[in-house]
């Protein structure tokens, strides 16, 4: 079954770091532009982070970048997020997704994973 | 940063009635521009990409239209699965941004 599956949620105390991971199965993960969406509790959706396929070109929303870092493992399969100096408005559900043409359209998402930064 | 707001933010219909849901963006962004549907604690799920072409999968009843800063989702005959929150996304870009998202309730 073709998928994404997301672990390393949890909760954590501000200023403090995260790793989220993300594993695709059955597609050929290096192929593929990856993206981080997030969505704050009751909250719409927001975009985070892409890196291409080969991992030479990565994106940041500017709320994050300097503190989040976005990589990948195509050996492994694996995407990443690496979340430092979390602040309280980093709360969200993250999730994984495959791009479907290297052009911003998610047409694979992964169950979601829970960050909660709080004290 | 481009700007994309969707009206309605609630719609009420039935089963079997026709809604239009509204996305409109702050700039001109082409047809960059994807729709999706997504159900409480669940992953969104990509319905339009290319502001009119149908993801693979997807019903005939859903239709995108649209160029340039104004585009529309159409739900022909509403079926009981229908019953989500849609949100519109852009892509002509960095930062991508999503629009606020329509509830459509019973």
């Known amino acids: 079954e073709v998928q994404l599956v997301e672990s390393g949620g949890g909760l954590v105390q501000p200023g403090g770091s995260l790793r989220l991971s993300c594993v695709a199965s059955?597609?050929?993960?290096?192929?593929?532009?990856m993206t981080w969406v997030r969505q704050a509790p009751g909250k719409g959706l927001e975009w985070v982070a892409n890196?291409?396929?080969?991992?030479?070109?990565?994106y940041l929303i500017d709320s994050v970048r300097g503190r989040f870092t976005i990589s990948r493992d195509n050996a492994e399969y694996s995407l990443y997020l690496h979340m430092n100096d979390l602040r309280a408005e980093d709360t969200a559900v993250y999730y994984c997704?495959?791009?479907?043409?290297?052009?911003?359209?998610?047409?694979?998402w992964g169950q979601g994973s829970l960050v909660t930064v709080s004290s | 940063d481009k700007q994309m707001t969707q009206s309605p933010s609630t719609l009420s219909a039935s089963v079997g009635d026709t809604i239009t849901i509204s996305c409109r963006a702050s700039h001109p962004i082409t047809d960059s521009l994807a729709w999706y549907q997504q159900k409480p604690g669940r992953a969104p799920n990509l319905l339009i990409y290319r502001a009119s072409s149908l993801e693979r999968g997807v019903p005939s009843r859903f239709s995108g239209s649209g160029y340039g800063t104004e585009f529309t989702l159409t739900i022909s005959s509403l079926q009981p699965d229908d019953f989500a929150t849609y949100f519109c996304q852009h892509y002509y870009g960095y930062p991508l941004t999503f629009g606020g998202g329509t509830k459509v309730e019973i």
């Open positions: 059955t597609f050929t993960f290096s192929n593929y532009w």
């Open positions: 997704a495959r791009d479907l043409r290297g052009h911003g359209e998610f047409d694979l």
């Open positions: 890196i291409k396929g080969d991992g030479s070109l990565k």
